[in-house]
């Protein structure tokens, strides 16, 4: 794998401490909202923060808050003030090339997903990474219909781009609801199998803005979330995991990661329901807070600039 430091990020992505978009993920999203007819809808200080199963929650998620979501994954990954150097390798390792299978749990429109692959492409092309042959197989995974077909759409508007960077993508949608954890198992064993199938060992899964759900909600997704995990865990799949959310300055997000994490890494825990929060117990291992990261970022079709606050944790079944 070839090192990457903050430094070395280009002025295209990272420029006087803002971040900026890559201008091809920009310009699919505009494109796909002026051909929608929603471009005059596009207001980022507006609605929009939580995405759902009807097409109106759904159309505006995707139209106010795909850019800011993308913003936020791709800060975690690029990591160019180098203050979790862990989380960008193990994401750079596992995209360098090859091929990998990519588990996208509440995939939503896509917006976390595709903004990795653009900063990986991006990366690319200002030849800060090798132009290696990397096959990534997507399943997306989500309850709203709407939100699958727009991650459809723009990654169809980004694939050009992509191929002709060495990155070729082949998406499978799933409509499921993660909260019944029976259908859940049944596209798992899907994924798995077509793993299997075509030999391969390595996977990332990647979620991401699960905290619009809140408590109660994510603890209804709980189940399903700790099946990927335990599947992902077996010693002969080479597994990481990306978990990326807006700071909420609640306790229950992180302690529903840290069950997942704990999960991925077989380490017995006893995990439940405290107040307003939860609650793990845990002997063997030394749970660690999730630092609040802020970050200035530039809104390209607004030309103005926006702060937004993230924490990320990365972790491997290593």
Not at 3 to 31: C, D, E, Q, R, V
Request: with cysteine; aromatic share 10%.
């Amino acid at each position: 794998m070839q090192s990457l430091f903050g430094k070395n990020i280009p002025i295209s992505l990272w420029n006087s401490s803002t971040l900026y978009l890559p201008l091809h993920l920009a310009n699919a999203h505009k494109k796909f909202l002026e051909e929608r007819g929603w471009w005059a809808s596009y207001d980022p200080n507006g609605s929009g923060g939580i995405g759902g199963i009807s097409t109106a929650q759904a159309q505006d998620h995707v139209t106010n808050r795909f850019l800011n979501s993308a913003a936020r994954m791709q800060f975690v990954c690029s990591d160019p003030n180098d203050e979790e150097i862990l989380v960008r390798e193990m994401v750079l390792d596992q995209l360098a090339d090859g091929k990998i299978y990519l588990l996208d749990l509440a995939a939503g429109n896509g917006s976390g997903t595709l903004s990795l692959l653009s900063l990986i492409c991006e990366l690319r092309e200002h030849g800060c990474l090798p132009k290696l042959p990397l096959n990534v197989s997507i399943s997306g995974v989500d309850y709203s219909v709407d939100a699958l077909g727009y991650y459809a759409d723009l990654l169809g508007r980004l694939d050009p781009w992509f191929v002709s960077n060495g990155i070729n993508i082949n998406l499978t949608l799933y409509n499921c609801d993660l909260s019944i954890s029976g259908d859940f198992n049944e596209v798992l064993e899907s994924f798995l199998k077509d793993a299997e199938d075509g030999e391969i060992k390595r996977f990332l899964c990647v979620v991401s803005a699960l905290s619009g759900a809140k408590k109660d909600g994510i603890a209804l997704l709980l189940d399903s979330l700790k099946l990927a995990a335990a599947a992902l865990s077996h010693k002969k799949r080479n597994s990481s995991w990306l978990w990326v959310e807006p700071y909420v300055g609640k306790t229950w997000i992180t302690k529903a990661i840290d069950t997942v994490k704990l999960t991925l890494q077989k380490v017995a825990h006893v995990f439940s329901s405290k107040g307003e929060s939860f609650e793990i117990v845990t002997s063997t291992l030394k749970l660690e807070e999730k630092p609040k990261r802020s970050f200035k970022w530039l809104d390209p079709h607004k030309g103005v600039s926006a702060i937004s606050h993230v924490f990320v944790v990365g972790f491997k079944n290593e």
